[in-house]
């Protein structure tokens, strides 16, 4: 395959910055003329995907646009109707479609995504607060002094720091930031377990092209992508969803349920998701956390579920089984080779340890960002497949136990066997955890697309 | 015999629609129309007359032209496709058929070349024969279930799953009390209705916003 | 949408044939259906309830007379109808995903068939010689194939539990109560509405 040019590719997509602190800035452009020479302004301002050998830079600067923006900046109207029909809808038209019902439902989200008005996202990340603040100030003045747009709300996120270490810790408790893909030409080492299964049970990176348009995909040709060429290629979509967090819910819930669950609380917690709270998969340990293994990249995610078809390790709804079914398909994993997506999100809101008072209406959660070449054969199809829906794995209609919108219906069974730590159980009468305040779908074009935007240079063919 | 997999059958009948330049509208959206108001779920004909697993009626207009280099060729009659997976056998079906629901298939068939009328059981069931097309190569995940045992199953599925749910932790004398009462009462239960969506669960998954 | 009723879709499809290639597929089918382990595949894939491949010869297209005109066909034509779960997208990836040689061994004989793999022309063709269906009917909309079998699974587990219900004593029923929890549980999930295609 062609090798990859990072410095025309946004850092974004191709590296998790490690950055602790975020803040994400949502833009509408005014005049298009204003709005372009924004952008032709912003170009340089714009971190790519070239490698940090000589250190980290103090803050990084990403940018990505809604349907709505791409034809707010005047791209020609045969370029816009190229786009695929569920980026052109946004996500708040695809509600159905992804289940987002109930208190999921667009009516219930936050103003900011209730209207129609966010035509760009701007993703600050910065190394302490004060990186951060200072390069937001920076990028204000540049959106204040060309006029191209008005910022209409700002969305802060930030890993938990314990000790002084940021963690990849979210609100439940759990440790978050494993299973995104290896991508070919991507990354420099591959991780077992992040790939694509082999027949000889080895782990080889993900083609390219489920990640970066403009390369060939694991279905052997290049994914659908707008027209021309040069506007999508090296670019992505990006699916940004703000996850509120109904943490007294849960935590409640998981006492409750844990006091009735031989294996205990901490045990029951593991089985929702298939990882203990420090990330030691379930599948692989399942009687207790083991730092070792939690720690240890070659390790912490390289397992199958061949050896478990009967989910008494790891529950067959647990949620990383559901959104990452690796061999439990069959047919060598194969069928979900193309239904993988990089996550990129962080927390926000404050962390409140266990034991200490909460409630549900504090504003927390993840703000969920995910990264794909195809919006409805990725993302879409494992939210509405996997995680609203279970006909994949055997389980009907039960939803994931963590994020599925269940109204207070649903249950979630963890299989046992029959040793007396491991009895099967279902937690019936699900609640809520997860409650979605907003969001949309993006573009995330090439340093070379966004410059034939800025100077409109767009011509379809 | 290939039109079997098991104890299920699979039926594939077509039936020559009349071709009337003087019926308006013609006989094929005459069929058209008739299905489109017919009702799919438990007041369908193929719920109220037995055996049907799945089934589809459908108008072929025409043959279909791949493109050049192939030769573009047409059909001189339009054809009603009866596609059908049912229990047991042909014959019990088709009278069956002809028994329960003699009005919806004189309504539909009417329009069809040759149709003698349900009320003659033999004559429909010699038509339907001669309009059948043999099967060459029929899959069926499940091929050895009735579809009464197929919607009892399916019921009892979802009351297992609420008593395995309401009884955790239960003492082995209540639970054994309870489990008697519960197969009682489930083997009482009236066999849900063929072509019903089933009880309501409240679980949403997808669909309109209300 | 009359092709989908409940979790299940209705997909006609005809595709021309030489006819001097169609006793090929008559004898493949032949195999297909004597050796059952050649079926495999398609039982793992498990999403579908009903399927089937009918061969009409250019000569075999019925004809009753009574004022119908006889067919003059080149072609012979293989029709295939589906009885599937999931969307039309996501049957058809799955099939090319793992079973593009089987999909090839049958469809090869018809014109211009491109080759399950890459999926986007496949999807074309498919897109070209699918028909559409006026009326569809199931018994169980709210049940899959897996569903099904599931509950075939439960139902045989709780008559064996039943029969030693009245027979055992408490002790020995809870423990014949633990061996058919194990049995069912990873067969209980619920039946209700499908996912909306959009």
Redesign the interface.
Known sequence: MSKLNETDIQGFVLRGYNLPFARYLFLQFEAAKRARSLIARLLGEITTGQRWDKGKPQSTVNIAFTFRGLEHLGLPDATLRSFPVEFQQGMKQRAEILGDTGVNSPEHWDDLWREDRVHAWLGINGVTMEALDARCLAILAIIEETGGAGALASQDAAAQVVDGKPTTKEHFGFTDGFGNPDYLGVDRSSQPGQGKLMPDGTWAPLATGELLLGYADEAGELPAAPIPHLLASNGTFMVYRKLHQNLATFRAFLDKQGSLYVGGKEKLAAKFIGRWRDGTPIEISPDNPNPAIAKDPSRNTDFTYGGDAEGARCPIGAHVRRVHPRDAFGFSGQLINRRRITRRGLPYGRFVPEGEPVTDKEERGVIFMALNANLSRQFEFVQQQWVQYGNDSHLGNDKDVLVGNHGGHGKFVVQGDASPGNPPFICSNLPDFVELRGGDYFFLPSITALGMIAMSLVDPR | M?NNNGS?Y?L?I???I??DAKATPSHDLQ??NY??K?S??ED?P??LAPG??????????D??F??AP??E?H???K?L?F?S?LDGDLDSYLSGLAATIPDHLNAIWKHC??YPGAANRQAFIDYMK?????????????NN?S?S??????Q???A??DF???H??A???K??RD??QF?AKLKSLPLPK?????PH?????????E | MSNINGKVYAMNAITPMKPWKTWILRLIFFVLGHVKPLQKDLIDLSFIEFARWVVVPRSGLPFLDNGQVKEELKYDYLLFFSNFNGTWNQYIDAFSAVLSRGLNLVWRWSEKFPGSVPVTLFKEYIARVQFDTDYYYTAYPHATANDVKSAHIVQASLDKLSQLAEKSDPQQFADAYLRFVLQVQTHLGETSDAPVAG
């Open positions: 290939p299920v699979g594939t077509l039936s020559p009349i071709d069929i058209r299905l489109a017919l799919t779920r369908s193929f719920a049907t697993h799945l089934a589809r009626l459908v108008v072929m207009d043959v279909v791949v493109g192939s030769c060729e059909l001189k009659s054809y496709i596609e997976n070349v040759g001669a309009c059948q097309l043999e099967t060459t190569f029929f899959f069926a995940a499940v279930k579809v045992e197929t919607l009892r199953a399916l009892t599925q979802t297992v799953a395995i749910a309401s955790q932790g003492n082995p004398a639970l054994q489990f008697i197969v063929p072509g019903s969506m089933g669960r409240e679980i949403k998954t997808g669909g309109r916003n």
